[in-house]
């Protein structure tokens, strides 16, 4: 029997983080279904997820869908069975109990405040330093027009511009109006475009009070963004499709960045030759994962 909610994974070679991302899903008390696409794993996930949790719905990938492709498998697949809800949860992402009916409970108050057409959002903290990690976004007030700022979730409800999506719920009217993450993107931005596409159609986004459980940030040692790597590295890793390759990164600029949007474009380039070690604190270079 079909569920009302339809949680939307993808995974790449770590079954342990994976399995216990699905280990604390299965302990909320909200009844749902999941859809996750397994990218090509070799360390044996789909088996470990078919031991555990014979229920979930396993697609497969190529080993080519990093996040964004495999997250809009798995979503495609959802969407074509109708579901009232869908929740987005990155595969690091340990929920905290009752978070399902806590994210529902939300959504059902602002539909009752005309806002059906709205995405709630859930914040994530570092398991060990308990500093926030991934959420909601509002646009940079600074000049820099692509910089998307973490919003601190508060005892409140608060509005937002777009999401970093570990934990994101979408009703069926956003899906309708928006459809799925854009096949643009590959591995970053998929998230930050939908939300803004969102907004632009109507919809609403909103970040829950609290925080929904916990997910480690991403590091970025030995990325693009790290000053102890030596320049050819870092311009060799800005261009690649965990960076900022230019197809996606131009899509992204000229849908979001205004009539300057090419100014824009530069500055990743920019500081991945200089430097930039504020970077590391940037939720806007953060890496899915």
């Given at each position: 029997?079909?569920?009302?909610?339809?949680?939307?994974?993808?995974?790449?070679?770590?079954?342990?983080?994976?399995?216990?991302?699905?280990?604390?899903?299965?302990?909320?008390?909200?009844?749902?279904?999941?859809?996750?696409?397994?990218?090509?794993?070799?360390?044996?996930?789909?088996?470990?997820?078919?031991?555990?949790?014979?229920?979930?719905?396993?697609?497969?990938?190529?080993?080519?869908?990093?996040?964004v492709g495999g997250m809009r498998l798995a979503f495609a697949e959802a969407m074509q069975r109708g579901y009232e809800y869908y929740l987005w949860l990155n595969d690091d992402t340990i929920l905290e109990s009752g978070i399902?009916?806590?994210?529902?409970?939300?959504?059902?108050?602002?539909?009752?405040?005309?806002?059906?057409?709205?995405?709630?959002?859930?914040?994530?903290?570092?398991?060990?330093?308990?500093?926030?990690?991934?959420?909601?976004?509002?646009?940079?007030?600074?000049?820099?027009?692509?910089?998307?700022?973490?919003?601190?979730?508060?005892?409140?409800?608060?509005?937002?511009?777009?999401?970093?999506?570990?934990?994101?719920?979408?009703?069926?009217?956003?899906?309708?109006?928006?459809?799925?993450?854009?096949?643009?993107?590959?591995?970053?931005?998929?998230?930050?475009?939908?939300?803004?596409?969102?907004?632009?159609?109507?919809?609403?986004?909103?970040?829950?009070?609290?925080?929904?459980?916990?997910?480690?940030?991403?590091?970025?040692?030995?990325?693009?963004?790290?000053?102890?790597?030596?320049?050819?590295?870092?311009?060799?890793?800005?261009?690649?499709?965990?960076?900022?390759?230019?197809?996606?990164?131009?899509?992204?600029?000229?849908?979001?960045?205004?009539?300057?949007?090419?100014?824009?474009?530069?500055?990743?380039?920019?500081?991945?030759?200089?430097?930039?070690?504020?970077?590391?604190?940037?939720?806007?270079?953060?890496?899915?994962?």
């Amino acid at each position: 029997m079909k569920q009302p909610l339809a949680v939307i994974m993808t995974c790449y070679n770590r079954r342990d983080i994976t399995l216990a991302c699905l280990r604390a899903l299965y302990q909320q008390t909200k009844p749902f279904d999941v859809y996750l696409t397994d990218d090509g794993s070799s360390d044996g996930t789909s088996d470990a997820i078919k031991a555990s949790y014979p229920q979930v719905h396993i697609l497969k990938g190529n080993g080519n869908l990093f996040w964004v492709g495999g997250m809009r498998l798995a979503f495609a697949e959802a969407m074509q069975r109708g579901y009232e809800y869908y929740l987005w949860l990155n595969d690091d992402t340990i929920l905290e109990s009752g978070i399902l009916e806590h994210l529902l409970a939300i959504h059902r108050d602002l539909s009752e405040h005309s806002h059906s057409s709205s995405i709630v959002v859930g914040s994530t903290k570092d398991p060990l330093t308990g500093k926030p990690t991934y959420g909601g976004a509002v646009r940079s007030k600074r000049w820099y027009s692509n910089k998307f700022e973490f919003l601190e979730p508060s005892e409140l409800l608060q509005e937002c511009d777009t999401m970093y999506g570990n934990c994101v719920l979408i009703s069926q009217f956003v899906a309708r109006k928006v459809g799925n993450l854009d096949a643009a993107f590959i591995h970053s931005f998929g998230d930050l475009d939908y939300g803004l596409r969102a907004r632009k159609l109507g919809c609403s986004i909103w970040v829950a009070p609290g925080y929904v459980g916990t997910c480690t940030k991403n590091s970025v040692r030995n990325s693009w963004a790290d000053t102890d790597s030596p320049l050819l590295e870092r311009l060799k890793k800005v261009v690649q499709v965990k960076g900022f390759p230019f197809k996606p990164w131009t899509v992204f600029c000229s849908r979001h960045s205004g009539p300057f949007w090419f100014a824009y474009w530069f500055l990743p380039y920019i500081r991945a030759v200089i430097g930039y070690k504020n970077l590391a604190a940037s939720p806007t270079f953060a890496e899915k994962t």
